[in-house]
């Protein structure tokens, strides 16, 4: 049903107009009681074996949605209505900006992908934080709150600009995330080199502990999956030094791996992050590696291709407490958050772990012969 109303409708619309229209439509089912009701028991039924505790929090599943969605969190009750277990709001940065020039944001359709160069476009933390402030949540989701740089501001005033954007966020998060991976923020991604990413988290971290007295904002750090092997260890061993409660892996990729033979050439020429099913397999070998360097020492988020509860599942064995997605809500639509639930409490039911929290990482745990 909403595959052909996407083909008839939404695939033929501009994908940023789209994006716009059935944001509206969200929030403002979202804003009507009965109808939202409605939404949330058809779209969002609990199943008791999917609680997780992550971050020092409960939820009700390890499902939410990815950063960029909701970049300044207009939409937190709307998302979590049609299912999403958590809702990573952002990225924000220090000051309002209007990200990059339109187009920049691509359906590569045969592909089951996206590519985006938004640029963070977002309306700035004090903006934001002043939304969180006065928000009345009829839903107890968690919210994550990603922040990263304004584009103007230079790479060696990076932290003091995250820091700003902490001060501001820290008390409305319930966890926070420093977005060292997007690719369309020139010079961003080489923070994530230890000896910028060191002072940043420390300083962010140190900000956060300022800001928020009476409890520990857990702290995360999101990464590429375009990060060397080598790298990726590195990043791990950093978080486990400083403390940090999670990793987030992983954000979009600039490699054009894993297109078909149906791809638009003129589409994959665009410049971006690419997201959805092409990203699929590296963001999981990605998630596997820092398992095995950091095991259960830290939270860590699978994110990137997520289409199926069977992907999923994957990502849980793999070494993810919680699993988030983006691109695949494009082409699944409001019920595709009903069918991973579904999908995943059978797969715990029908595998050998009592719960979700048994099944992260197991397949690290396989004793061999
Ligand atoms: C249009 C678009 C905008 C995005 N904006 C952000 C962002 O602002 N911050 C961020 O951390 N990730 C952003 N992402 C990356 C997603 O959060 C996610 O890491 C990535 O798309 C891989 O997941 P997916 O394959 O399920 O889409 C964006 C992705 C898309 C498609």
């Known amino acids: 049903m909403y595959h052909l109303f996407f083909k008839l409708f939404f695939q033929r619309m501009d994908p940023e107009k789209a994006h716009h229209l059935a944001f509206r439509w ?5 804003r009507v009681p009965v109808l939202r ?21 409960r939820m009700h599943g390890p499902f939410g949605l ?24 952002g990225t924000v940065t220090a000051q309002a900006q209007p990200g990059n020039p339109k187009k920049r944001l691509f359906r590569l ?28 949540p009829v839903f107890a989701t968690t919210v994550g709150v990603n ?12 932290t003091a600009d995250y820091v700003t954007s902490t001060e501001r966020l820290a008390a409305h998060a319930d966890y926070l995330v420093v977005n060292v991976s997007s690719p369309n923020t020139p010079g961003l991604r080489n923070l994530q080199a230890t000896d910028h990413l060191r002072p940043l988290l420390t300083e962010v971290r140190a900000a956060a502990d300022r800001t928020v007295t009476d409890r520990r904002v857990p702290l995360l750090v999101k990464i590429a999956p375009d990060l060397a092997d080598a790298d990726i260890d590195a990043v791990a061993d950093l978080a486990v030094e400083l403390g940090l409660d999670g990793i987030i892996a992983t954000n979009t ?9 149906n791809s638009d050439p003129a589409l994959t020429a665009e410049t971006g992050g690419l997201s959805g099913a092409p990203v699929k ?18 939270t860590l988020v699978g994110v990137g291709g997520i289409e199926t509860a069977e992907d999923a599942w994957q990502r849980i064995l793999a070494g993810a407490t919680l699993v988030q997605g983006y691109s695949a809500f494009i082409y699944e639509g409001p019920f595709w958050c009903r069918a991973v639930h579904r999908g995943l409490a059978d797969r715990l039911r029908d595998s050998p772990y009592a719960t979700l929290a048994d099944a992260v990482g197991a397949e690290h745990k396989k004793v061999t012969a």
């Open 26 to 30: 969200i929030r403002l089912a979202a």
């Open 37 to 57: 009701t409605f939404v949330a028991a058809v779209l969002a039924p609990r199943h008791k074996a999917l609680r997780v505790e992550a971050l020092g929090r």
């Open 253 to 261: 990729t600039i490699a054009r791996d894993g297109l078909g033979l």
């Open 109 to 136: 359709v045969p592909d089951r992908a996206l590519i985006n160069r938004m640029g963070f476009n977002n309306e700035g933390s004090a903006a934001v934080a002043a939304r969180l402030a006065a928000r009345k």
């Open 147 to 158: 922040i990263g740089k304004t584009k103007i501001v230079p790479e060696d005033a990076a």
């Open 66 to 89: 990815a950063a960029g969605f909701d970049k300044n969190a207009v939409a937190i009750d709307g998302m979590t209505m049609l299912g999403f277990d958590h809702v990573e709001i």
């Open 281 to 298: 397999q590296r963001s999981l070998e990605v998630l596997r590696r820092l398992y095995a360097r950091v095991g259960d020492r830290i």
